[in-house]
């Protein structure tokens, strides 16, 4: 019964193997999970193999629950306006949790019978669709279980929690925000002995009690980023849907700090043998005379355009653009290409045709990580 589980998390992207899910099923055999409460949780810790799993967890998990305990949506359409009347106002109770006389496994149907019968507002009592009382249908009342209509959760069930969605921050397939982008950054900073001497005092004391208490001092070069970082951005036509992630990343990559040097550029869908920014235009010969293998260029742009515009020559020139790509990987081979459309959607044949001339990946927390250990 719990397979439609199983088929959600894996289309929510949880790579569940066999043995992760056997043993799932062998906690619900010993007794682990009794209900959806203990279920979620018990899911959660077999199932996700780390916290970056969490909101895709709890999305597969509503996907397959979602009206088990209790039917927000299922509802939606069965609360006409009359019963909203109904049940805007509630009346508390501070009652006791009570026992209703309903199995749990016969509550649906019963709340279909009392919502076909039921002619006016109810508050109290344990009978009709209504708030207070002890009825097990409606909300803001004492029964121990039952089907809550309208209003809002006060048990907190695993059902709403997972609706919640508090995980969202931790997926790493997620658009990047200033933040993560900065994190990420700094994995690409490569610090090298180049500057001044200065006193190691840690690897002074390790020396020291090496040596039986006799002072050793310990001289190190102060450590400096001499990487060279170049942005080169897609601006304008199909980037115009993106254009607030463009702004967020090179905001992030300006801020950067410990980089020998950072530029950026722009260009329109594919370089036609100049970069341009907002206070002039260069032309990419001459800025492939300064640059050098020490720089890492960061492309960041959808690649999809009209073939012709990457495969054939210009009016100008007998380059074509993927050529101008090409020149530039050649003498900065340390380069990636950050893509913000989703990988699914990559077999267009510019896309496939950038793909092969500089290494892509997805403009995710996930894909930027792999890019950067590329570039290192």
């Known amino acids: 019964?719990?397979?439609?589980?199983?088929?959600?998390?894996?289309?929510?992207?949880?790579?569940?193997?066999?043995?992760?899910?056997?043993?799932?099923?062998?906690?619900?055999?010993?007794?682990?999970?009794?209900?959806?409460?203990?279920?979620?949780?018990?899911?959660?810790?077999?199932?996700?193999?780390?916290?970056?799993?969490?909101?895709?967890?709890?999305?597969?998990?509503v996907e397959a629950f979602e009206g088990v305990e209790f039917a927000d949506v299922l509802f939606d359409e069965m609360l006409h306006k009359e019963l909203q009347k109904w049940l805007e106002n509630p009346k508390y109770t501070d009652d006791d949790l009570v026992e209703p006389d309903i199995p749990i496994d016969e509550l649906m149907e019963e709340l279909q019978k009392r919502l076909e019968e039921q002619k006016k507002r109810h508050d109290g009592g344990n009978r009709w669709v209504g708030t207070g009382g002890r009825s097990p249908f409606g909300h803001s009342g004492r029964a121990s279980h039952g089907v809550r209509v309208g209003g809002e959760s006060k048990n907190r069930s695993a059902i709403s929690v997972a609706g919640e969605r508090k995980w969202q921050a931790y997926r790493k397939d997620t658009a990047l925000n200033i933040r993560d982008l900065q994190v990420?950054?700094?994995?690409?900073?490569?610090?090298?002995?180049?500057?001044?001497?200065?006193?190691?005092?840690?690897s002074t004391i390790r020396r020291t009690v090496d040596n039986g208490g006799e002072i050793e001092l310990d001289f190190q070069r102060e450590k400096k980023n001499r990487l060279h970082l170049v942005l080169l951005l897609d601006s304008g036509g199909s980037m115009e849907p993106h254009a607030r992630m463009v702004e967020q990343f090179f905001t992030a990559f300006s801020e950067s700090k410990g980089f020998k040097s950072f530029q950026s550029w722009h260009f329109h869908n594919v370089p036609y043998g100049r970069f341009f920014s907002e206070k002039k235009t260069e032309s990419i010969v001459n800025l492939l005379t300064e640059w050098t293998v020490h720089h890492r260029v960061v492309w960041v742009g959808d690649a999809c355009m009209a073939p012709y515009e990457l495969f054939s020559p210009t009016y100008h020139s007998d380059m074509r653009g993927i050529d101008w790509i090409q020149r530039v990987v050649e003498k900065c081979p340390k380069s990636i290409w950050l893509n913000p459309e989703t990988p699914r959607f990559w077999n267009h044949p510019t896309i496939e045709g950038v793909s092969r001339v500089v290494d892509m990946y997805p403009l995710t927390l996930e894909g930027l990580s792999e890019g950067i250990q590329q570039l290192r």
């Open 1 to 61: 019964m719990f397979t439609l589980l199983l088929y959600h998390l894996r289309h929510q992207g949880i790579l569940v193997g066999t043995h992760e899910w056997l043993t799932f099923l062998k906690g619900i055999r010993l007794g682990i999970a009794f209900d959806v409460d203990s279920l979620y949780q018990l899911g959660r810790t077999v199932l996700c193999k780390s916290e970056s799993d969490f909101d895709a967890y709890d999305q597969g998990f």
């Open 184 to 202: 990420v950054l700094k994995q690409l900073r490569q610090l090298t002995p180049t500057g001044e001497w200065a006193l190691d005092i840690e």
